[in-house]
Nanobody
Framework: VQLQASGGGLVQPGSSLTLSCTSTEFALRPYSTGWFRQAPGKEREGVSSISESRMTYYIDAVKGRFTITRDNAKNTVTLQMNNLKPEDTAVYYC????????????????????WGQGTQVTVSS
């Protein structure tokens, strides 16, 4: 596992969570980094991405609620999730467009292929 994702939890609808993605093996700076999620029985889907030049991309379902940022000094990419909804419940994964040749997912114009372990986000009353 080359990326480490953290920050998931169990929250009520309308709450906020902050997910963080970092790596102890390589610098994230040169790579686009994205967040994906996978709900039970569903395909893994892209949620948001940020390029090395800080261009951001969001799927419509999270626009206006989620914000992705990167702090190169801390080697961290953060996904701030506000006004969470039950349909946001999933395992969230971070990924970088750093070559690995495996598990390639196209999203936002990038080929994400270096992955972290997931972090569970559950939104329930």
């Amino acid at each position: 596992v080359q990326l480490q994702a953290s920050g998931g939890g169990l929250v009520q609808p309308g709450s906020s969570l902050t997910l963080s993605c970092t790596s102890t093996e390589f610098a994230l700076r040169p790579y686009s980094t994205g967040w994906f999620r996978q709900a039970p029985g569903k395909e893994r889907e892209g949620v948001s991405s940020i390029s090395e030049s800080r261009m951001t991309y969001y799927i419509d379902a999270v626009k206006g609620r989620f914000t992705i940022t990167r702090d190169n000094a801390k080697n961290t990419v953060t996904l701030q999730m506000n006004n969470l909804k039950p349909e946001d419940t999933a395992v969230y994964y971070c990924a970088a467009d750093r070559y690995s040749g495996r598990n390639v997912k196209q999203f936002g114009g990038y080929s994400f292929q270096t992955w972290g372990q997931g972090t569970q986000v559950t939104v329930s009353s």
